[in-house]
């Protein structure tokens, strides 16, 4: 063999060689990215083909077979993925707030490892899909904010992991389901804000370390379970602004811990349960049972309340005379008790009603005169005690007042009582009196 020829045969051998090396290369690294994202790879790439993340961040992007063109968990980590350090499997998806579109696909759910599912403040619609109930490692599904329909899954119920579950301002309808009161870990459950109907369950009450309960703009019926105080662990719980029917449980008085209860805006009805006490709710800071169908009279009980900073009772049916150990609760900022039956008079001594910010009694039929202490709060900055039976400002030779002695009032509404006389001087001469109404009243008139 002639030198040339053999010199042509060592480079075409070499060639081969290199081409076989590369071939061999590149199916390594196939092989790569297929054993290390063995069960993630494809599920990732069907969330990216159901979405416009790629669109958002082009680094979030697959080959029409499903694999990767970068490995998420690599050096070119894919944003918004955290993975495992040893496994490199994905451990977390937090993709909040990024405009993204499409629906969530039912392949998140073959993403074993996955701890957190966080898509809050999007605009994803479609279902939640029920293959989410296999992720039993998911601490936090968190989806929030979104346009998602449909109904929630009962297979959410096998998430034996759930710390938090997100799902409110949505389009969500159907029923709550039962099977949500087998999260035995679940510490804060956000279904407010969607369409969801029937009656809240039972066996929610098994949610022994819920912390809170946000139920409420929803379209709820029926009455409170009184298993509810079973979630010994409540802080919060907001079921406001739904249909519930029948009266408050008495059972909210094993909840010592309560710190805010929002029944609002339902046709729940019969009186305030006397439980409401320093003796077994001592931690509440706001009541809200405004716009019901509530009777009877303001419990006695409320008055040692020494945390309440508000109080909402509007719009109701209640009786009876306001608690003069309500005038005493020093952080009471917000007192919201028009529209109601109230009679007798508004506590008048000295000393009471101190943090008062905001006093709303207008639409009862209380008698007598507005007491001093309207006048020279340095907390009060708006009162309406219009549409009673007040016949005096209060203000008068035995109870003189200067310029000196008023206080921040700014809005005082005596519109629609039996008022006579002229205004106090006093008060046409303060500076910091925003707008006096005494309309409908005999005030001026001989």
Not at 27 to 53: G, K
Not at 97 to 124: A, F, Q, R, W
Not at 257 to 284: D, H, K, Q, R, V
Not at 368 to 382: D, E, I, K, Q, R
Request: charged share 10%; glycine share 10%; with cysteine.
């Amino acid at each position: 063999m002639k030198e040339k020829d053999f010199l042509k045969l060592v480079v075409f051998l070499a060639c081969e060689i290199l081409f076989l090396i590369i071939v061999q290369l590149t199916l390594l690294w196939v092989s790569f990215l297929s054993s290390v994202l063995a069960t993630d790879s494809q599920p990732i790439c069907n969330f990216v083909a159901a979405t416009n993340i790629e669109s958002i961040f082009s680094v979030w992007s697959c080959d029409p077979s499903g694999v990767p063109y970068t490995d998420p968990c690599g050096n070119s980590l894919w944003e918004g993925l955290v993975c495992d350090s040893t496994s490199g499997n994905i451990t977390d998806i937090i993709l909040g707030n990024i405009s993204m579109t499409g629906t969530l696909s039912p392949s998140l759910g073959e993403i074993s490892g996955l701890y957190s599912l966080v898509l809050k403040d999007n605009m994803i619609n479609g279902n939640v899909p029920a293959e989410l109930g296999s992720l039993y490692l998911l601490s936090s599904l968190t989806v929030d904010h979104n346009s998602l329909t449909g109904s929630i899954p009962r297979s959410l119920g096998s998430l034996s992991s759930l710390v938090t579950l997100s799902l409110n301002n949505n389009l969500i309808n159907g029923t709550l389901p039962v099977e949500l009161g087998s999260l035995s870990g679940l510490g804060f459950a956000f279904l407010d804000i969607n369409s969801l109907e029937g009656t809240v369950p039972a066996s929610f009450g098994s949610l022994s370390v819920l912390r809170k309960l946000f139920l409420d703009n929803n379209e709820l019926s029926g009455s409170i379970p009184s298993t509810i105080g079973s979630m010994v662990n409540l802080l919060n719980m907001r079921l406001n602004n739904n249909r519930l029917t029948g009266t408050i449980p008495t059972s909210f008085g094993c909840i010592g811990n309560l710190t805010y209860l929002n029944l609002a805006m339902n046709s729940l009805n019969g009186s305030i349960p006397g439980i409401f006490s320093a003796e077994l709710t001592p931690s509440i800071e706001f009541m809200y049972f405004g716009t019901n169908k509530l009777s009877g009279t303001i419990p006695r009980g409320i008055g040692g309340l020494s945390e309440l900073n508000g109080l909402f009772i509007e719009s109701n049916s209640i009786s009876g005379s306001i608690p003069t150990a309500l005038a005493t609760l020093s952080k009471l900022h917000f007192l919201h008790m028009h529209d109601n039956r109230l009679n007798g008079t508004v506590p008048a001594a000295v000393g009471v009603f101190t943090g008062l910010l905001y006093l709303s009694l207008q639409s009862n039929r209380l008698q007598g005169a507005v007491p001093n202490w309207v006048y020279t709060s340095n907390a009060l900055h708006s009162v309406d005690i219009s549409n009673n039976s007040l016949t005096s400002f209060g203000i008068d030779g035995s109870a003189p007042l200067s310029a000196l002695d008023l206080g921040n009032v700014r809005v005082l509404n005596i519109s629609f009582n039996p008022i006579t006389g002229t205004i106090p001087s006093v008060l046409g001469n303060s500076t910091i009196l925003n707008a006096l109404n005494v309309s409908n009243t005999a005030v001026g008139k001989h």
